[in-house]
């Protein structure tokens, strides 16, 4: 039976549901459409199997594994995702319209954080977001994992989440520097993940070893639960934009605020504890920094 052409969604499903039965190079393939999905959609087999240094016929086999007849019926699913994605583009091009007659680029980057959240508003997975509340709550030690431009997230968790009286392992470099942290993972730790359109070697191994620890796993992402989500205990997604749109961290940075002051409300009296000792700290530097030594 060959596929019918579906909404994005749609796709991304189809992939997660054939990647246990991919070869090494269709997961490349799979891979590089998740990371690419428009350029992919004007690209012929040819073309990606020579950038990803496969053959064309491997790129066919994919298609087929996928269920779809050929590769061009493949691509067509992704020109119509393009379709829908350019169509949503064109919606908040009318409304920055309407929002501004001679608007600069300060004007139009707020209304598209706006028109994002107002969406994350309606897509987040509330259950899943009161999920990890509780995995929060209940785990005292809690490693976070995150790279590139996600490291100023890990930062941020890393301050916040001590504050509530948490103690936070970071994982945020690549290669061997990562493993060292990695060895103290246990099954009564908690690992934040956090991850976008890039199924990179290090993610991998974080995710997999915190299964083999059995590791309770909260990931943060917009398109990667289709692709790892099973690896996951609790997923929060939401989508920061068309793939081939400039992303900010405005969308994910939302959601820990949230995910924060949400573990303060139901562990609060451990929080004030421990933020009334941070206060005590402060005083007692504001002494000494009065006194020469």
């Keep these: 039976m060959t596929q019918e052409i579906q909404n994005p969604a749609g796709f991304s499903q189809l992939i997660s549901e054939s990647f246990p039965k991919l070869t090494k190079s269709e997961r490349r393939i799979a891979n590089y459409l998740n990371q690419n999905q428009d350029d992919a959609a004007f690209l012929s087999a040819a073309e990606i199997a020579e950038r990803l240094q496969l053959s064309e016929a491997t790129m066919v086999r994919f298609a087929r594994t996928l269920g779809y007849e050929s590769y061009p019926a493949m691509r067509a699913v992704l020109q119509e995702n393009f379709r829908h994605r350019l169509t949503h583009s064109a919606r908040l091009r009318s409304r920055l319209d309407d929002l501004r007659v001679d608007g600069d680029i300060f004007e139009r980057v ?21 999920a990890a509340v509780e995995l929060l709550r209940t785990h005292q030690r809690v490693f976070v994992f995150g790279l590139g431009p996600s490291t100023s997230l890990v930062d941020l968790l890393e301050i916040r989440l001590t504050r509530s009286a948490r103690h936070v392992i970071t994982l945020n470099s690549s290669g061997r520097e990562m493993l060292e942290p990695m060895l103290l993972m246990n099954d009564s730790d908690l ?103």
């Design 110 to 130: 707020v209304a598209s954080e706006i028109d994002y959240l107002t969406e994350a508003l309606q897509t987040l997975d509330r259950n899943a977001f009161n």
């Design 191 to 293: 690992l934040i993940a956090i991850g976008f359109f890039d199924v990179n070697p290090s993610l991998q191994i974080v995710l997999n070893y915190a299964n083999q620890q059995k590791t309770p796993i909260i990931l943060l992402t917009d398109t990667l639960g289709s692709i790892v989500g099973q690896k996951a205990d609790v997923i929060l997604a939401a989508r920061r934009g068309p793939v081939s749109a400039f992303h900010s961290l405005t969308i994910p940075m939302t959601i820990l605020n949230a995910l924060l002051l949400a573990l303060s409300s139901v562990d609060q009296e451990k929080v004030m504890e421990n933020l009334d000792k941070l206060d005590q700290l402060r005083e007692r530097l504001n002494k000494y920094s009065g006194l020469s030594i």
